[in-house]
T-cell receptor, first 114, second 114 residues
């Protein structure tokens, strides 16, 4: 069965500093990994995905993610955090079953402090 | 382009009442899904559909029904509301392009059952 872990409930970072939101996964076969962001009272917005190829994936709003197959990780990163990046971040993997829907991690709340 | 539209945004129900959460998408996506979001648990799959006339159960289907009579609409019915169904509900849609495609989410319906 597929699963996704986000080991940190909350990440605090100062504006201008680099940020990392961690994600590890468990899936048989090739993983199809995604990051979504949820701003307050909004739906989920797609940030980026890893399908195959380069281990460093670039996405929206200056975010990027590093795929590491040996560590089964897909950490989200940004070189310089903005206060407006404060939101709830979800890591997800596409399933093999259930119509190829997603398994989501529990989410990590990012707070960027001015 | 409206994307995925959910109505209502907020709803309070009494235990035992029934209601329908509406979801419509204008992107001609084949795949549609319903998730519920609970604190610390990420999003969990309730029901999904891979095309008009085809629906199937997800991880947590009990107490919910769905139908898909058109490509655009995928309503979720609560048969007899229970306090355990207090949650935020998200509808999502995607192309039938395989596990590498991202999904688009509505803004959610916050449901409280008292």
């Amino acid at each position: 069965a597929q699963s996704v872990a986000q080991p940190e409930d909350q990440v605090n970072v100062a504006e201008g500093n680099p940020l990392t939101v961690k994600c590890t996964y468990s899936v048989s076969g090739n993983p199809y990994l995604f990051w979504y962001v949820q701003y307050p009272n909004r739906g989920l917005q797609f940030l980026l995905k890893y399908i195959t190829g380069d281990n460093l994936v670039k996405g929206s709003y200056g975010f990027e993610a590093e795929f590491n197959k040996s560590q089964t990780s897909f950490h989200l990163k940004k070189p310089s955090a903005l206060v407006s990046d404060s939101a709830l971040y979800f890591c997800a993997v596409r399933r093999h079953n259930y119509g190829q829907n997603f398994v989501f991690g529990p989410g990590t709340r990012l707070s960027v402090l001015p | 382009n409206a994307g995925v539209t959910q109505t209502p945004k907020f709803q309070v129900l009494k235990t035992g009442q029934s209601m329908t959460l509406q979801c419509a998408q204008d992107m001609n996506h084949e795949y549609m899904s319903w998730y519920r979001q609970d604190p610390g648990m990420g999003l969990r799959l309730i029901h999904y559909s891979v095309g008009a006339g085809i629906t199937d159960q997800g991880e947590v289907p009990n107490g919910y029904n769905v139908s898909r009579s058109t490509t655009e609409d995928f309503p979720l019915r609560l048969l007899s509301a229970a306090p355990s169904q207090t949650s935020v509900y998200f509808c999502a849609s995607s192309y039938r392009g395989g596990r590498h495609t991202e999904a688009f989410f509505g803004q959610g319906t916050r449901l409280t059952v008292v």
